[in-house]
T-cell receptor, first 114, second 111 residues
Framework: GAGVSQSPSNKVTEKGKDVELRCDPI?????LYWYRQSLGQGLEFLIY????????KSGLPSDRFSAERTGGSVSTLTIQRTQQEDSAVYLC????????????FGSGTQLSVL | KQEVTQIPAALSVPEGENLVLNCSFT??????LQWFRQDPGKGLTSLLL?????REQTSGRLNASLDKSSGRSTLYIAASQPGDSATYLC??????????FGSGTRLQVQP
């Protein structure tokens, strides 16, 4: 595709439910990142994938959060048993390789946990 | 731990003014620094990327400088236009595989 695509653009869920957020990176980009942007705060790194290497999960805030990347392309971020503090914009980005490359961001998924 | 600070948090200027946005970081051991633009409800758009060995980068009316030793970068916008209104974020890459972002400067250019 022409850019990084994220779906859904908006998600409203009830506390305790599980949600899945999808990211389709730019074709050929081997590096993929998930960030979280909470209201009035900066971007918080969640997880990073590079090719077939083991992902860097050091930013995941709790074990309720997980992500996978199938076939080195599409990624899914899963949040189990959502809490109100999970409400944020979840942004996905990709780059051609890791390091010294511009990042291209999707438009994000606005998650609201009621 | 790397920390990135952006000043001012918000800025309002009349159209046509030249302006400077500031970014500072605490750990000078960086690979590169990027400036991004974020429009309301949208993702981030990378504007300029400065490698650690470079002093500045230019793109159109934008010029970004980097002083690694003092931990500072500036984004200069010449002849500002209402379409420049957005939030501008700087981010540093310390090789940890994740960028560290500042909280951004919210710019409003008045027509």
């Amino acid at each position: 595709g022409a850019g990084v695509s994220q779906s859904p653009s908006n998600k409203v869920t009830e506390k305790g439910k599980d949600v899945e957020l999808r990211c389709d990176p730019i074709s050929g980009h081997t590096a993929l990142y998930w960030y979280r942007q909470s209201l009035g705060q900066g971007l918080e790194f969640l997880i990073y994938f590079q090719g077939n290497s083991a992902p860097d999960k050091s930013g995941l805030p709790s074990d309720r959060f997980s992500a996978e990347r199938t076939g080195g392309s599409v990624s899914t971020l899963t949040i189990q048993r959502t809490q109100q503090e999970d409400s944020a914009v979840y942004l996905c980005a990709s780059s051609h390789t890791q390091g010294n490359e511009k990042l291209f961001f999707g438009s994000g998924t606005q998650l609201s946990v009621l | 731990k790397q920390e990135v600070t952006q000043i001012p948090a918000a800025l309002s200027v009349p159209e046509g003014e030249n302006l400077v946005l500031n970014c500072s970081f605490t750990d000078s051991a960086i690979y590169n620094l990027q400036w991004f633009r974020q429009d309301p409800g949208k993702g981030l758009t990378s504007l300029l990327l400065i490698q650690s060995s470079q002093r500045e980068q230019t793109s159109g009316r934008l010029n970004a400088s980097l002083d690694k030793s003092s931990g500072r970068s500036t984004l200069y916008i010449a002849a500002s236009q209402p379409g420049d209104s957005a939030t501008y974020l700087c981010a540093v890459d310390t090789g940890r595989r994740a960028l560290t972002f500042g909280s951004g400067t919210r710019l409003q250019v008045q027509p």
